[in-house]
């Protein structure tokens, strides 16, 4: 698996983005029993623009989940957690896997 470093936004257009994006967090982190159903039925959950930090808690605290789960344009975020811009073009930085 390649790891590719691209723009995927602007800043302000991240927290806009961001701000109608907290039903995918809440589905990877705390499913209701339907969703677990659904995954449970062999549903895969594509995941895109997630934080890194976020990908990470839930690699760690839903490992029974792994194989429902796929991420895409996740957000690379520095040290303090929020996402890290490209000083060169201004743009958050995302991860791809090129699945």
């Known amino acids: 698996m390649s790891v590719a470093l ?3 936004a602007a800043a302000d257009e991240f927290d806009l983005a961001m701000a109608g994006e907290d039903w995918q967090r809440n589905r990877l982190l705390a499913p209701s029993e339907a ?4 995954e449970a039925e062999g549903a895969v959950i594509i995941y895109q623009g997630l934080r890194d930090v976020d990908v990470e808690q839930a690699m760690n ?6 194989e429902h ?3 895409v ?7 303090d957690g929020e996402p890290a811009i490209d ?3 201004g743009r958050v ?5 090129d699945c």
């Open 69 to 71: 789960m796929m991420f």
């Open 73 to 79: 344009d996740t957000v690379v975020t520095n040290a």
């Open 87 to 89: 000083p060169d073009t």
């Open 93 to 97: 930085l995302t991860e791809s896997d």
């Open 61 to 66: 605290e839903e490992f029974d989940r792994l």
């Open 6 to 8: 691209v723009g995927a």
């Open 35 to 38: 969703q677990r159903a659904q």
